[in-house]
């Protein structure tokens, strides 16, 4: 799976990089054939504690899904938005059975 990430308006360390990509790619576990993740990293202003957003979309054969969560960490938001996608991508395949 590709994994593209976009942090707007700020630079993303490399260790944000690598635990994002780290565990998208545990999603394949769960659907079979996906091709794109594109993430999105957003500080909401104003600066408050819950201002790091983080948006998911997820690119397969005829899927495309999307999770956006927000909270006081981009790792958090992740792992918020990858198993709301993790929900959907099982009922996906559960419909498909």
């Not at 996906?34 to 202003?45: G, M, P």
């Amino acid at each position: 799976m590709e994994v593209k990430i976009q942090a707007i308006k700020f630079d993303a360390s490399e260790r944000l990089h690598e635990f994002i990509t780290k565990r998208l790619n545990k999603l394949d576990r769960f659907y079979e054939g996906i091709e794109l993740a594109e993430v999105t990293l957003k500080v909401v202003k104003p600066e408050t504690s819950e201002n790091k957003e983080v948006g998911i979309k997820i690119i397969a054969p005829q899927v495309d899904i999307f999770a956006s969560k927000i909270s006081d960490t981009f790792e958090q938001s992740t792992d918020e938005c990858a198993e709301a996608l993790q929900r959907q991508l099982i009922k996906i395949k559960e419909k498909k059975q």
